[in-house]
């Protein structure tokens, strides 16, 4: 089988992300993503979970040649949303971020926080948790590409960093030809 590729992977994931993440309210959705856009500091999660967070979302989506998930303020997203349409995962969340800091702690003596790990370290915190079937991390890994990808104007996808990561065009009205195919 072929390897997933980084686009392929988030394109597919979208419509899980969607239907877990932005079945809520409207209206929510639409605060959550202004308060991403806006925000400077952290409304539900502590600054403390917030950093880790942050820096976990950021190896779920990374920077490299395209914008990843920290410029598209994911964790700001994520926190809005669990302050409001997304309460219930709340505690998920801050257990998880216990759970990053005591990983962290296990791997690298004296580390006080996931933030503070080498990018190595990070993945290897991650790798097992997704390995452990951790919830925690499943919960992160939908919130992270609903807050990537939801439309700017409904929430998340700060500067559209997911859309131009994906290619998506989005002029939202399209006229023939719709592609190669199209063509004559």
């Known amino acids: 089988m072929a390897e997933l ?8 994931s ?8 932005l079945s809520a309210n409207s209206r929510d959705v639409i605060a959550a993503g202004l308060h991403a856009a806006k925000a400077t500091r ?8 917030g950093a880790d967070i942050e820096a976990a979302t950021a190896n779920i989506i990374p920077t490299d040649g395209t914008p990843g998930a920290r410029e598209a303020r994911v964790v700001y997203f994520i926190d809005r949303s669990l302050g409001t349409f997304a309460k219930e995962q709340r505690p998920v969340f801050e257990k998880g971020a216990k759970n990053l800091r005591a990983r962290a702690a296990k791997l690298q003596r004296g580390a006080k926080s996931f933030a503070a790990l080498t990018p190595a370290n990070q993945i290897a915190v991650l790798t097992a948790m997704e390995k452990d079937k951790d919830g925690f991390f499943d919960a992160l890994r939908y919130g992270t590409v609903a807050g990537m990808l939801a439309n700017p104007e409904y929430g ?5 960093a997911g859309w131009k990561l994906i290619g998506f065009n989005d002029q939202f009205s399209w006229a023939a030809p719709f592609g190669w195919y ?3």
Do not use: H, M, P, Q
């Open 14 to 21: 979208g419509a899980v992300a969607a239907s877990v993440w």
């Open 156 to 160: 998340g996808n700060y500067n559209k």
């Open 182 to 184: 199209d063509r004559v």
């Open 42 to 49: 952290f409304e539900t999660l502590s600054d403390a979970d």
């Open 5 to 12: 590729s980084r686009r392929r992977f988030i394109a597919a």
